[in-house]
């Protein structure tokens, strides 16, 4: 529930109450002074006040279907939904100049910081790997003629670096700008490329390169946004990330870069990419639309809790990260949990209780605790609270003293960023690069707590592919994920547009040879009105990852294949028959 709905049950219940008095003082009058809506006594009003407050919560917890179940579920096997999603954003990290001479790698994790917000500065932390060479993007060409569709990318040495020295193997672009072009972007150089070739900017050396040679990025399991359990189903992560930053996916590695070396040239090489098809007009990509040494970033970070005096006289303990301004920070997880008996060196670990883990330990003196996420009374978001397993020597022992691990948010704070606002260095940042936010900056999502679309989640425990085969199962599937969509109108209005751009689903059984033998698999149909979608670039995007989410439904042994076909255009996209991630070959 959120702040909002938990207003409206205080509400209720105060003006149920005041009403209740009004009647009760018509068949009493003589508590008519005390209780009619006249009265004005302030005493009488804090008691009211004080009695709604208390049964709009006791209203709000059996609304909720009973959470401790639920909740209990999901957090063992989807841990990540009773998370908060934080804010998110593109960075572009810049070589400096006579400063990086070769190839270094920015690792998953490099932390970074915002500027200050009301005295606090986000604390950011990248997704992928960045791999860092002198070399920037200069320009950008599209070139229209009888022949064909021409798409050049000048890349351009910086410093006097020499091209054998950098040991290139592939170049990682992301598409940005206005989104349907860098949707169409992504929709013509992973559809509609014959051939590209590499030239070098100084002389007549050339090699040529399939169009295989551009790879898709975001889909492997190394490449997520947020920490994710290894429990965790693919699919549906897919789906959750997709909702909440698609920049995500318009990433594209250019591999098989190894012959630049041989060019001996100091000032670089040309990317040119010959088209199948023209250009769509009016989205003409300009240099703006390729960036070079992107990563997505998420609003995470870790921190300590405050100390918590353990004497099992509580059932639970809120927990608060340990700050100047608590208010400023949100709990995403719960990483550790220690304790040390006051007055001796004892010291204890306490087990996660919702865990695969659990039977590893076969000590009766184990402790465990529990985490519990409630939605915040005074403002947007969650609170957490900790309960602890209590031993017999622990019933016994002094009071304890705990020490919690957080991997926390920075709450709504960062949705006053805009790009270009996360800029600050921190004690991980490499010395040799500059960087700065190129997109928007997400707002953070409370997690979703309502009773009903928590048991939606726990139903998708029993979805196998033919729970797909029909329109509305997919909708709902989808809708359930979309998490942006219960907070923001306007989400709210193009998820709903997509979903109905979903006209027919069509699921029939197929076989193919595989290695010499007959292996049967699933072909899915989806027909789909192109109007429904921001243009053809996000149609397809949108389709891209339904058929990674479809393929990782496969059975051991099984293998799925996705066609679209627009209803309005008539265009038709394939993928190639996969077996999970790996391509049916």
Request: hydrophobic content about 40%; charged content about 25%.
């Amino acid at each position: 529930m959120t702040r909002v709905n938990f207003n409206r049950y205080y509400q209720d219940e105060l003006t149920y109450l005041r009403e209740l008095g009004e009647e009760f003082a018509r068949e009493n009058p003589k508590l008519a002074p005390f209780l009619g809506s006249q009265a004005g006594d302030p005493d009488v009003e804090r008691l009211l006040e004080g009695f709604a407050f208390l049964t709009s919560r006791l209203r709000q917890k059996l609304d909720d279907e009973f959470p401790e179940l639920s909740h209990s579920l999901i957090g063992l096997l989807w841990p990540h939904f009773l998370r908060p999603v934080p804010a998110m954003s593109i960075v572009q990290f810049t070589p400096l100049p006579h400063v990086l001479t070769g190839r270094q790698t920015v690792p998953k994790g490099v932390e970074l910081d915002s500027r200050v917000v009301e005295g606090t500065a986000c604390r950011f932390q990248t997704c992928f790997d960045v791999e860092l060479f002198p070399l920037a993007l200069t320009a950008a060409e599209l070139q229209e003629s009888a022949v064909g569709t021409v798409l050049k990318l000048r890349i351009e040495l910086l410093g006097g670096v020499s091209l054998p020295k950098l040991e290139l193997r592939s170049l990682r672009l992301h598409l940005c700008g206005q989104p349907a072009t860098a949707m169409n972007l992504y929709l013509w150089l992973t559809r509609h490329v014959r051939d590209i070739q590499v030239k070098a900017l100084e002389g007549a050396e050339s090699f040529g390169l399939s169009p295989a040679q551009v790879q898709a990025v975001g889909f492997r399991p190394e490449e997520g946004l947020l920490p994710y359990h290894d429990s965790t189903f693919m699919g549906y992560r897919l789906l959750q990330e997709y909702y909440a930053l698609p920049e995500k996916f318009l990433f594209l590695d250019i591999g098989g870069l190894e012959p630049v070396a041989e060019f001996g040239v100091d000032s670089g090489f040309e990317l040119v990419f010959h088209l199948t098809r023209p250009w769509e007009e009016g989205l003409r990509p300009k240099s703006e639309n390729f960036r070079l040494f992107c990563s997505p970033v998420v609003n995470l970070h870790k921190r300590d809790a405050e100390p918590i005096r353990l004497d099992h006289k509580q059932s639970e303990y809120r927990l608060r990260p340990a700050a100047d301004n608590p208010a400023h920070y949100e709990i995403y997880s719960v990483d550790r949990v220690q304790a040390w008996v006051q007055g001796s060196g004892e010291r204890y670990e306490y087990l996660p209780f919702e865990s695969f883990d659990f039977e590893k330990s076969t000590d009766s003196g184990s402790r465990y605790y529990r985490t519990q996420v409630k939605p915040a009374v005074t403002r947007r978001g969650v609170e957490t609270y900790l309960s602890f397993s209590a031993t017999e020597h622990s019933r016994t022992a002094a009071s304890e003293s705990v020490a919690v691990e957080l991997t926390c948010t920075n709450h709504s704070l960062p949705d006053t960023l805009r790009a270009g606002d996360i800029n600050m260095a921190t004690a991980s940042t490499p010395p040799f690069v500059s960087f700065t936010n190129i997109s928007r900056v997400t707002t953070s999502l409370a997690p979703p707590l309502e009773g009903g679309l928590q048991w939606r989640l726990i139903s998708n425990m029993a979805l196998n592919y033919s729970s797909l085969a029909s329109v509305e199962a997919l909708r709902v599937v989808l809708d359930a994920y979309d998490l942006r969509a219960r907070l923001d109108r306007q989400a709210r209005r193009v998820s709903q547009r997509r979903l109905e751009g979903i006209a027919a689903v069509d699921v029939r059984a197929i076989e193919r040879f595989h290695r010499g033998l007959p292996v049967r698999g699933l072909h899915t149909r989806l027909d789909v009105r192109e109007s429904c979608f921001g243009g053809e670039g996000d149609l397809y995007l949108f389709a891209t990852v339904l058929n990674e989410f479809f393929s990782l439904f496969a059975r051991i042994n099984s293998f799925h294949q996705l066609t679209v076909q627009g209803m309005e255009n008539g265009e038709i996209y394939e993928w190639p028959a996969k077996i999970g991630q790996q391509a049916l070959l």
